[in-house]
T-cell receptor
Framework: GQNIDQPTEMTATEGAIVQINCTYQ??????LFWYQQHAGEAPTFLSY????GLEEKGRFSSFLSRSKGYSYLLLKELQMKDSASYLC???????????FGTGTRLQVFP | GAGVSQSPSNKVTEKGKDVELRCDPI?????LYWYRQSLGQGLEFLIY????????KSGLPSDRFSAERTGGSVSTLTIQRTQQEDSAVYLC???????????FGPGTRLTVL
């Protein structure tokens, strides 16, 4: 099956930049999604990369390299409200479902 | 418009009982997904609907789990003879079509005593 690896936890300081990595098997996905999930809440969509390269959306950017099975989410000018879990997910080839990583719990400190 | 809604928000049941969880997707969304999230874990795919058909049931953990969708809208996830390991948050998501952005409901927290 598809394995998706993300760091379990990260910490950062308000105002800083943090990069959350996601790696997966290169036999892998048709694109990659990033979702944000605050504690006790449902995941909300952040970004979707279908082509290689960097997609920028405000303070958040997402990068994908399909040949390397690698993606990252870059968060700039961190705010306390960015403390949440960040989930990467991809659709295995020939399927219509998403396989999620276990998520990276980010804590932002003042 | 309204987002994805799920009911009940919380369900406590005794081991061995059957439970039904309901999902109302965003109007017009043809694709509907069920996931399960255990404490501190990622989302585990259960089943996917396109319209009323379920082309992918590969994530259902056992034959105690079933789901249906009627009228291309509301979906019900049924767990028969619940076990303690079924305790989790059950999340539903919908999208305009498969592999498009999924919008999640608030989930149903199931506790099996």
């Amino acid at each position: 099956g598809q394995n998706i690896d993300q760091p379990t936890e990260m910490t950062a300081t308000e105002g800083a930049i943090v990069q959350i990595n996601c790696t997966y098997q290169t036999s892998g996905f048709n694109g990659l999604f990033w979702y944000q999930q605050h504690a006790g809440e449902a995941p909300t969509f952040l970004s979707y990369n279908v082509l290689d390269g960097l997609e920028e959306k405000g303070r958040f950017s997402s990068f994908l390299s399909r040949s390397k099975g690698y993606s990252y989410l870059l968060l700039k000018e961190l705010q306390m409200k960015d403390s949440a879990s960040y989930l990467c997910a991809g659709p295995p080839p020939g399927t219509d479902k998403l396989i999620f990583g276990t998520g990276t719990r980010l804590q932002v400190f003042p | 418009g309204a987002g994805v809604s799920q009911s009940p928000s919380n369900k406590v049941t005794e081991k061995g009982k059957d439970v039904e969880l309901r999902c109302d997707p965003i109007s017009g969304h043809t694709a509907l997904y069920w996931y399960r999230q255990s404490l501190g874990q990622g989302l585990e795919f259960l089943i996917y609907f396109q319209g009323n058909s379920a082309p992918d049931k590969s994530g259902l953990p056992s034959d105690r789990f079933s789901a249906e969708r009627t009228g291309g809208s509301v979906s019900t996830l049924t767990i028969q003879r619940t076990q303690q390991e079924d305790s989790a948050v059950y999340l539903c998501a919908s999208s305009t079509d498969s592999l498009n952005t999924q919008y999640f409901g608030p989930g149903t927290r199931l506790t099996v005593l």
